[in-house]
């Protein structure tokens, strides 16, 4: 089994700082992209920030320069560090990483749990 863990959200002032981290585990033989979607209640779910293995980083227009994402290859891990937060990045964020289990299976889709962000004076 593959288990995405999120952490680091909660309840942030605006214009404050939060860094969510999100743990991959289990069965991996290796992980190609990894990457942030957020959903907004009443709203679609959109992709934040993705970062593939060698490290190519894609951003939505509304967050590029406020937030950064990262990862460490040897811990399975990516991090979205967010800046400069707005009342409008609320929402439930979820971490996604396109794993393979082993040599003979196919890349698939893991997803988190989430982890809520709220930005609110």
């Known amino acids: 089994q593959v288990q995405l863990v999120e952490s680091g959200g909660g309840l942030v002032q605006p214009g404050g700082s939060l860094r969510l981290s999100c743990a991959a585990s289990?069965?991996?033989?290796?992980?190609?992209?990894m990457g942030w979607y957020r959903q907004a209640p009443g709203k679609q779910r959109e992709l934040v920030a993705t970062?593939?293995?060698?490290?190519?980083?894609k951003y939505a227009d509304s967050v590029r320069g406020r937030f950064t994402i990262s990862r460490d290859n040897a811990k399975n891990t990516v991090y979205l560090q967010m800046n400069s937060l707005k009342p409008d990045d609320t929402a439930a964020y979820s971490c996604?990483?396109?794993?393979?289990?082993?040599?003979?299976?196919?890349?698939?889709?893991?997803w988190g749990q989430g982890t809520q962000v709220t930005v609110s004076s």
């Open positions: 970062i593939t293995s060698g490290g190519s980083t």
């Open positions: 289990g069965s991996i033989f290796n992980i190609n992209a």
């Open positions: 996604n990483a396109v794993i393979l289990k082993d040599a003979w299976s196919s890349w698939s889709d893991y």
